[in-house]
C-alpha cells in the first residue's frame, strides 16, 4: 500500500543546507540497524559528510541528487543518487535508507518511483543499485521494484564472512 501522505523533496546534493544534514543523520540514527547488521560502526554526523564524500573516480558532488521522503513533515526515507554512472545514460542509486518504523508501508517504493520518473524524463535507459547478498530482504526489496537484470557480483568480506555486492538494473523502457 503505498501512503498517500507521502512527500517526495529532490535537493542536488551541494545544496544541502546544515538543517538538511541535521534531518537526515537524524534519520541514519533511527535506522542504525541498516549500518550495524554489516558490520560498520553506529552512524555519526562525520560518516554521513564522509559517505557523501566518496565517490568513485571522476565524480563530484555535483553529479549526485538527494531524494527525501516526508510523511508528516518528518524525513522518513532518503536515497542518494549518483547521476552517469556506469555509463551516461544510467543512475545508481547509492543508498536507499527508510525509518524502521515506517518499513512496508512505501516509502521505499515512493523514493524508488520518484528516481525512476526523473531518471525517464532526463533519457536514462536505467537505473542501477548495489545490494549485500546477505541483506536477503534488501534484494527482495529491489527485484520488487523491477530491479531483475543482474550485471555483476563482487566479493566482499563483512565481519569475516564472505559476501558478495550484486549490482541489479531496471531497465526504464520495460516499466513505463
Same mark, same amino acid.
Given at each position: 500500500?503505498?501512503?498517500? !501522505?507521502? &512527500?517526495? /523533496? $529532490?535537493?542536488?546534493?551541494? %545544496?544541502?543546507?546544515?538543517? +538538511?544534514?541535521?534531518?537526515?543523520?537524524?534519520?541514519?540514527?533511527?535506522?542504525?540497524?541498516?549500518?550495524?547488521?554489516?558490520?560498520?560502526?553506529?552512524?555519526?554526523?562525520?560518516?554521513?559528510?564522509?559517505?557523501?564524500?566518496?565517490?568513485?573516480?571522476?565524480?563530484?558532488?555535483?553529479?549526485?541528487?538527494?531524494?527525501?521522503?516526508?510523511?508528516?513533515?518528518?524525513?522518513?526515507?532518503?536515497?542518494?543518487?549518483?547521476? !552517469?554512472? &556506469?555509463? /551516461? $545514460?544510467?543512475?545508481?542509486? %547509492?543508498?536507499?535508507?527508510? +525509518?524502521?518504523?515506517?518499513?512496508?508501508?512505501?516509502?521505499?517504493?515512493?523514493?524508488?518511483?520518484?528516481?525512476?520518473?526523473?531518471?525517464?524524463?532526463?533519457?536514462?535507459?536505467?537505473?542501477?543499485?548495489?545490494?549485500?547478498?546477505?541483506?536477503?530482504?534488501?534484494?527482495?526489496?529491489?527485484?520488487?521494484?523491477?530491479?531483475?537484470?543482474?550485471?555483476?557480483?563482487?566479493?566482499?568480506?563483512?565481519?569475516?564472512?564472505?559476501?558478495?555486492?550484486?549490482?541489479?538494473?531496471?531497465?526504464?523502457?520495460?516499466?513505463?
Amino acid at each position: 500500500m503505498i501512503d498517500a !501522505g507521502i &512527500a517526495i /523533496e $529532490r535537493t542536488e546534493v551541494l %545544496g544541502l543546507k546544515e538543517s +538538511d544534514l541535521f534531518e537526515i543523520h537524524d534519520l541514519r540514527s533511527r535506522a542504525a540497524d541498516f549500518f550495524t547488521e554489516t558490520g560498520d560502526p553506529p552512524p555519526t554526523p562525520e560518516s554521513l559528510q564522509a559517505d557523501l564524500d566518496d565517490l568513485p573516480d571522476g565524480y563530484s558532488r555535483a553529479d549526485e541528487v538527494m531524494y527525501r521522503a516526508y510523511l508528516d513533515d518528518r524525513l522518513t526515507g532518503y536515497a542518494e543518487v549518483l547521476r !552517469g554512472f &556506469a555509463h /551516461e $545514460r544510467q543512475w545508481i542509486i %547509492g543508498i536507499l535508507l527508510v +525509518d524502521p518504523a515506517l518499513r512496508g508501508r512505501a516509502v521505499g517504493r515512493a523514493v524508488v518511483e520518484a528516481v525512476a520518473d526523473d531518471a525517464r524524463a532526463a533519457g536514462m535507459e536505467s537505473v542501477a543499485v548495489g545490494v549485500i547478498s546477505t541483506r536477503e530482504r534488501s534484494l527482495a526489496f529491489w527485484v520488487r521494484e523491477g530491479f531483475t537484470t543482474e550485471v555483476s557480483r563482487r566479493p566482499i568480506v563483512i565481519e569475516g564472512l564472505e559476501a558478495e555486492v550484486v549490482r541489479l538494473e531496471r531497465h526504464l523502457a520495460e516499466t513505463v
